[in-house]
């Protein structure tokens, strides 16, 4: 008793204390215990160590994007500390709490897609022999554009005038990334090709959750001006309406509430737009307030509803404006063909 009620004061919510306490230890520990079993002889060990270290990345990609709201510990410099721990292990390191946050509320404030980069245009006006192996990737459903996008985080800095400032700092983190894995293969080159399944699993499940949580127009942050001029030109009044109207609950299940824990409730993405600092474990709650238990009407699209569509359109979602159409009844998300390259994670 005595030690829950020292961690109180440290977090905005006496009710969040034993939920994140559990998920940020999961994160932690798990981890360890993930990479423990990579580097087992043990076949079903390696097997076991992928799921795991997948799954622990996802979380702590879902636990800094609640840092970066601030809804976990009372003081910005908690959130900034854990949610920095959780970018080391996630590796999306490469880009600071501050700018991985500042990006994310340009989504919130600015009601849009609000990228580094367009991931789109980059694999579009690339030499054909790479285009056409990022494609196949793709099709063989390799997350290619995602990979791309974290690569690209890392070498624009050495080769724009514009982000060379950044270049001392992402040279630190590289080498001392680059050390660790080193230090892994040392042990086990098995263990790295593990790693790296388990980090492309990660990929798979972020993008295919971010692929159908909304329906909103993309902007690039690098051209601040551009994209206020684009904000101007097209004349869109993004207010709330529009929000909640280009915004989707993709849930795992709609009938077993705990299977959205898988991606730390995450697919509840109205309840979170509609009151972005309400904590992830009581998102839940706030959606059964706001729209009430119906399975398959707005804004609930399950997910399996949509593993037809991230199949069907996995190619045609890194070349298409479009984002296809939506019905929300049985099949009515097979032409739903998503966006790509959305990811909270990847910030110049």
Known sequence: ???????????????????????????????????????????????????????????????????????????????????????????????????????????????????????KKFVMHMPKPFKAVVKFLEWAYVPAAEILMHVLVITLPFTTPRWHHKRSRKAIVLLVRGLMFAALAYYSLKAIFLYILAYCLMLTALRF??????????????????????????????????????????????????????????????????????????????????????DAAKPVIPMLQLLKSFHRHRLTRLESDDYGTLEFKPGGADHFIGAVGVSFLTVI
């Open 1 to 119: 008793m005595s030690s829950k009620f020292s961690l109180v004061r440290y977090f905005r919510d006496a009710a969040g204390v034993k939920p994140n306490v559990l998920a940020i230890s999961f994160v932690i520990i798990g981890y360890a215990v993930g990479i423990a079993c990579l580097l087992s002889p043990a076949w079903w060990f390696n097997v076991l160590g992928v799921l795991l270290t997948a799954q622990t990345l996802i979380i702590s990609a879902y636990l800094l994007h609640e840092f970066s709201h601030y809804s976990i510990f009372k003081t910005p410099q908690l959130n900034k500390r854990w949610g920095t721990i959780m970018s080391w292990i996630n590796g999306s390191c490469y880009s600071t709490f501050e700018e991985i946050r500042n990006k994310h509320m340009h989504h919130h404030v600015d009601r849009a897609d609000v990228v580094s980069f367009d991931i």
């Open 209 to 294: 959750a971010d692929a159908y949580q909304h329906t909103y127009d993309a902007f690039i942050v690098s051209d601040a001006g551009d994209k206020e001029d684009k904000f101007k030109a097209d004349g869109k009044l993004r207010d709330d309406v529009y929000e909640q109207a280009n915004t989707y609950s993709n849930l795992v299940s709609v009938h077993y509430p705990v299977l959205n824990l898988l991606f730390l409730n995450f697919p509840y993405h109205n309840a979170h737009h509609e009151r972005p600092i309400e904590p992830w474990y009581k998102l839940p709650e706030l959606h059964e307030r706001l729209y009430g238990k119906v």
